[in-house]
């Protein structure tokens, strides 16, 4: 039989720092939980999930859970960041666990899946990512001291996924100390850790400017929240009897196509799938010209019924001139979202005489699914020639065209 794996999702803390309780603040129109926990959902490797939240907040986040993803269930945490994961330890059967802190709401899912798939293999997986800046010491006053040797040093993020022995292990060997993560208890246990890439998107909302910046890349469509997915956390969801009168008794699963074309310029960046292209050309366009995102973008609202790409980005707005295509996208799978559909696949076809575009299909599939917020295997992309016909087969142009499958 397949391994078990749960999800944890830390919310337990005193949020002094923002001056408000960051677990239910406002981000998008949506609490800051919710994010985290829809993410785990949309992972699909997941077969619970338990939200550890603040004892006296217990009830409202129970409330904003529920309400949105079903039945998730919501456990009284402890004193200390390292109470609630043991907390966690104890609410979960999981064979593998995965602890994310809710105040990182832009985790995608996967990066869960990534850490869990890590863990199963090597025993415990921490995601992070290596030092850029130059790192300083300063005394108290702020005058710097010396300069710190940054090489191997990684600046660590959640989720961090453990084998049940290892976290047990953990935990019995740390008795009343506390730990500023659950990779630091594993090690003071003797146990290794595998670290893996995190995400630059996966920031820690700790400050009121914090919340602020995440506010603006919601607002702006540069980041969306996951779709849930049809995975084992499915299958916890409320039981709905069957469509009676007055209920919504339409089809659940919708499709839709998308078509768009665009001719080659000079002095243009060449930008498809949201992935930049080394080429003499780029596309014309309002925004980037990306007609592959174009084309997904139309087939999505077309199979919603929500109109068309020109509707909701018309080319004569300033506002949208070279927009990125690929932040247009994640504005779409937003509308579908509060639209009540679930993307369940997408296929699109690039057509284009050059440049070779099989060596950058995989990072187009990913980084639509991304914006989409599901997982690179609900994304097809192809790539064909127009045979030296037309506008596209004389080099001239580039033109795709998508289909998508929603489920309301």
């Known amino acids: 039989m397949s391994e078990r794996a749960s999800a944890a999702i830390l919310a337990a803390g005193s949020s002094q720092r923002l001056g408000e309780d960051k677990t239910v603040a406002d981000l998008g129109g949506r609490p800051v939980i919710l994010w985290s926990v829809a993410a785990a959902e949309a992972a699909g490797v997941f077969d619970e999930i338990v939200v550890v939240a603040a004892p006296q907040s217990v009830a409202a986040v129970e409330d904003v859970v529920r309400r949105h993803l079903g039945r ?29 802190d809710a105040a990182r709401p832009f985790v995608t899912p996967s990066l869960f899946a990534r850490s869990v798939e890590v863990a199963r293999r090597d025993g415990a997986a921490v995601a992070g990512s290596p030092l850029a800046d130059t790192v300083r010491r300063a005394d108290e006053v702020g005058a710097s001291l010396e300069e710190l040797e940054r090489e191997g040093l990684w600046q660590v993020q959640t989720p961090q996924a453990f084998r049940r022995e290892v976290l047990e292990r953990a ?57 849930p997915a049809r995975g084992p956390t499915a299958l916890a969801a409320p039981h709905r009897s069957a469509p009676s009168a007055g209920r919504d008794t339409r089809t659940p699963f919708r499709t839709g196509l998308g078509y768009d074309i665009h001719r080659l310029a000079p002095d243009r960046r060449l930008v498809l799938g949201g992935v930049a292209i080394e080429h003499p050309t780029g596309l014309l366009g309002h925004s980037d010209g990306d007609v592959l995102c174009h084309a997904v973008m139309d087939a999505l609202l077309g199979a919603a019924g929500l109109g068309d790409l020109g509707t909701h980005f018309p080319s004569d707005d300033p506002g949208f001139a070279g927009a990125s295509s690929l932040g247009l996208l994640r504005r779409v799978a937003a509308l579908l979202r509060d639209a009540g559909f679930v993307v369940a696949s997408v296929d699109a076809t690039v057509i284009a005489q050059a440049p070779r575009l099989a060596p950058h299909v995989a990072a187009m599939r990913g980084a639509i699914a991304e914006a989409m917020g599901v997982d690179p295997a609900r994304v097809s992309v192809k790539a064909t020639t127009n045979d030296g016909l037309g506008d596209v087969g004389a080099g001239q142009a580039i033109a795709a065209m998508a289909t998508a499958l929603v489920e309301r």
């Open 72 to 100: 998730i269930r919501v456990v009284p945490g402890g004193a200390t960041r390292t109470a609630s994961s043991w907390t966690a330890l104890a609410a979960t059967n999981g064979d593998v666990l995965a602890i994310h």
């Open 171 to 227: 935990r019995a060997a740390a008795a009343e100390r506390t730990f500023t993560d659950d990779g630091a208890a594993v090690v003071a246990s003797g146990a290794r850790i595998r670290m893996i890439a995190g995400e630059r998107r996966n920031l820690k909302i700790t400050t009121s400017e914090d919340l602020a910046y995440a506010r603006e890349l919601v607002a702006k469509g540069i980041v969306a929240m996951s779709a």
